[in-house]
């Protein structure tokens, strides 16, 4: 798998550069005409969606298959409260794309319509929330991408090739994904923040912020930052994407979740005190299995007022490498909770503690994690975040 | 049409000032059952000494103090001459039923004399099983009232077939509540539960009960939407004689009653009554798609609608008491003053009974568990993905009424039934969660949840009811209207489960946030029926042609309502007490829980329905003797069916005009079906008949199978999907099903009521109808409603009452009676299903594409040991009642199937009289002698069963006494 994550932030900066560059980039026909617009339904043809309007998610916005929708650098989208069927979101079903580019100077924002950041607040170089705070959470639902990649699942239907999405009830078929074309491409995303989602459907039914469903390589997903979601940051089912410059930060359940073995790599990495696990990292539910790799991150986990249930959580069947982890701000009780499985590799995770073993189920030492203080990842990336911002990433 | 009334026998005697006193008495047909109208009643030394039976068969006559005789001829039958008839001072001598025979051809041209009035008082019932041609079979509230069961459900037990599932429901022979029927006086009443087609039983205290009839095959004058029977529940409406009871009993059950452990939550003022008080009414200003959030309302606004809900969150321990049951019956009927234009003496009578039963359950050790295979196939085990333990308490309020007029000349009758039955339910519950991160789909957590619920139920019902003769065309026409009005609410179900993990607060992503769901169900039913039976001659035997139409309009309306508590920014719980959540402290803006509730509902809601379904009927049967030997009846029954709906998905309802649906009173079926029905009974002698019936039959989606509704199980966080949704193996259409039923039986008659019988049915479905769970979920479990391929069943039946005299003389009223029933149903899995099973195969499995029918149980079992006294003062009986494992969830690949495991109920109970004048009537009874589990396990090839859910019930006594006042 390792060589699909070559792609470094710096080519991908480069690669950003030139998309936003195109002279194909749409421009808003009536410019400065809606500040706020309300969708409602779901978007069949291609559509863009312009900076200097307000786009409001009035319920779960379908871009269906054979569809893109395009957003330009520095919109800002606020999705409606609501809970269960009432829930908001942006949903890319498989088939469909989602151009959601930004720039380190002017990102896209998923919000809730509770928050008051504008595009001009944006102009000036400002992400911070300006009226809540970075742990208000559940108050609309999330971006959920899916696709035709492979999916390791079994369910009721036996070893199937695709299956709905968690958070979105079965009865709306766009929530299915899974597929056998690991190289689908449903977009690109970069510099997008999604803050304060989440919202429930049922218990452990929830919307993650970034939700990604059997996504192939041809999708470019970087620069992303999660802010306060009421599930986790990012969950990924199956597929090959890779994803590069994550910042995940107030998670209210896991931090970054996998499942349905995905065969991708996230690399470069900043984690800030997820409620549940640091890492929920579960195997194939199927015949079909592939190996990710996740490398390069530095994770806080507890501050003031958050503590996360564990730091790493893998199953007996999880095929993982980890690779480079730096774990800070480490509470007693917070564990690895095994280091047995023989998919999961561990390689230079370093824990700020003072005896390693205290940390790992068991009370056992691996040669792959040790105690030490030094960062691994590069933090450089992220100064557009909010986390950034506001000093939470140290 | 009869109503086969068996009125409790009562011979007391009162005393009172005054001269003459009165007899009464009815009069049938000892070969049909059937009463006899126009018997001529002579009494030489009464007052009014000759009189004729009534419609109902009754007469009624005046006369001195002392013994009298009685004569009571018909034209083709024998006359009965009744010898000392004691009448004493101002009292009614109650007769009972007399039983006339038919002269046969042996032409025995002598009077029969009886020197005892006979004291069966279930001749009518008995007859009824005996010579009716539809497979029929009942209790009277005579028997009702000597094995002293408290509920129709109770009681309903006692029919031969009969099962009862949660203790509320009635299954006859092992089929499913889908395809059983109840009708309350002839009429559909609705169902108070929008999951069940047929009513919860339990909520008909026996004082109002006259009799339940179960018809096991159909015939063209029923409703044609039932399979495995109709059980018809007959108020009370007319006394033989002035009565009132009061009645009073309490039961004792070790686990349940005077428990310090008992679980219950802070109620309202009224919950005693079965009413709520308004404690858990919906807050002002909750209903709408937007309520007052930190988003865009000022924070007093959120503070108090937050405040507006009622704080209780947690259960509480507090010791239950006794359970307690109460009656009140009265009633009387008069002879007219005046006489009418034909010379007839009006009578009237009334009947009011009024119940009031409290009774407690708790359970210590209840169980709900979710367990799925492993992926490889060499792995046996199951492997749970979430455990619920923990204690539930109930407390049940019964309060029932019902009023009666009766108004009859002799061929004229016009009857008027008020009833109203309220019920609360209230509910609390703790319980432990325990989610494995290893199973497929979950993430892991420990949770303790507190559950509380409220159900409050009530049903209003008021039947109309003529009935004419016209003895000179030989008619009988009987018209009947019953309007109902049903509610169902859910005011206010709360759950509220921590997570504990390194810190203890709500996580929406484990534990779930606290929620609370209202939801309120009403509907209406109007259903109207004229009936008309007309004597004829067939082939020189008496018959009859019946012939009708009806109409049954309903209405239903359902709604639920969804919030989710929310924390404005993060959580931090100093203890985890419940009841403290919604302290103010907490309460947004107060930092640093600031909670709020957001809405999960839309406007318009898509778990909002109404529904209408109108079935226009017409029949005609006819009655009729081929030979000597051989009766049948031959009918068909059409009915025209249309539902209507009116609702919307959620994508219409969150904005998505264009691509969500809505329907406005569309209509979503819309059928017209013949049932033919031919039902042969041919008397192999005196005292056996060999019986045949080939029908056809409908079983009908529930109003909230066809809908959008998606609906939560906040217990189980189970989901039931609407039919329209479609999916890959689902086109959203669901159909009725239809039947075909075959029935033959072999059966033998001795006297008092000994028999036995052996049947064998066959039922052929199309597109029966099954829950299926939806393949492409796998986070949360849901359920649809499909039609599923077709399915079939072979049935056998034994059934027996004997007496042991055989044995020993001194043993004649020690009797033994039960059926056992054995069923074998197959259905064809659909293809998505055998795949699914294929795919999950076990190494060493062979699956095939068959399986048995959901819901059906492969055997059921009654049986009993009762003993009366010869003077019917003092019974006892031991009754023992299971039902075979029964597949009651269709589990699909990854998630095995859930079979309800045999419950082994062993009851037994006692009736005596006691007082100078046998006035008061003492029960005892003890239940669930064997303490048996309510059990439902999962089960796959090789594995240990896993308990999918789990409690005891433990055993009780229950003693009462009824004085007659």
Redesign the interface.
Known sequence: MKTFFQISAFASLAAFALTSCDPATPVDPNPGDNTNKII???ITVNETWYSDTTYQL???ITVTAGATLTIQPGTVIKGE??????A?ALLIARGAKLMAVGTASMPIIFT???DEISHEQLMTGDFKGPNL?P?????WGGVIILGNGIIS????????S???I??I?????NG?YGGSDNTDNSGHLSYVSIRHG?????????INGLSLGGIGSGTTIENIEIVSN???GVEVWGGMINITNLVSWNA???AF?T?QAWGGTLDNFVIITP??HCF?L?G????YTASHTIKNGNVQASSD??????LI?T??NTPVSLEHIYITDI?P??IINRVDAPAVFFTDIVLNVDTVQNFIKGGVTVPGITAGTTPKANTSVFSWTWAAQSGAIK | MRTFIAIALLISSLSSFGQSGTIRGIVLDSESGETIIGAAVTCATCENGNTATDLDGNFSLKAAPGAHVIEISYFTFQTLRLAGVQVNSNEVTVLGELALNPEDNLKLDEVLIVAEVQRNNEIALLTLKKKSTAMVDGISAARISQIGDATAVEAAKRVTGVTVEGGKYVYIRGLGDRYSKTTLNGMDIPGLDPDKNTIQMDIFPTDLVSNIVVSKSFTADQPADFTGGLLNIETKAFPDKKIASFSLSTSYNPAMNLNTNYLTYQGGKLDFLGFDDGTRRLPAGARGSSIPTPIFYPNSEVTSFVQSFNPTLGAMKQMSLMDLSMGYSTGNQWEGKKTTKSGETPKMGFVLSLSYKSNYNFYNDVFYGEYQRYIDPAAYELRYATKQQGQIGEKSTLLGGILGFAYKTNLKKFRMTLMHLQNGESRAGQFWIDNDAEAVGQSGYLAFSNNLEYNQRSLTNILFNGTTVKPEKNVEIDWRVAPTLSLSTDPDIRKTAFTYGTDTFFSAGAGGNPSRIWRYLQEVNVPFRYDVTKKYTFLDEPAKLLYGVGNAFKFRHYEILFYDMQFFGGQSWSDDDPNQVLNPANIYPNYPNRIYYQTGNNDPNPNEYSSNSNTASAYVSTEFSLNLRTKATLGLRAEHYIQRYTGRDQAYASGNITNGKNLTNDVVLNSLDLFPSLNVIYSLNESQNLRFSATRTIARPSFKELSFAQIIDPLTNRIFNGSFFQYAAWDGQLVETRINNADLRWETFWDRGQMFSISGFFKDFSDPIEMVRIAEQQTSTEFQPRNVGRGSMFGAEVEWNASFAGLSESMENLFFNGNVTFIDSRITMSDVEFNSRKSYERIGQTITNTRAMAGQSPYVLNGGVSYTTPESQTNFGVYYNVKGPTLQIVGLGLFPDVYSQPFHSLNFSFTTKLGKEKGISLKLRASNLLNDDVLSVYKSYQATDKIYSRYMPGWGLNGGLAFQL
């Open positions: 409602t339904e779901n009035g319920g779960r409260a609501g809970t269960g069927a009432n908001t809730t319509v509770a705070d742990n208000v959470s559940g108050l699942a079994s369910n009721s239907a036996g070893d199937v695709e299956v709905q968690e958070g009830p079965t009865s709306d078929a299915l989440g919202t429930n459907i049922g218990a452990g039914n929830e009421q599930d986790d209210g359940d896991d979740d499942d409620l549940d929920e579960d194939p539910e199927g015949s007022d958050h503590t996360s249930h564990d959580n199953d007996a509470k009780g917070q």
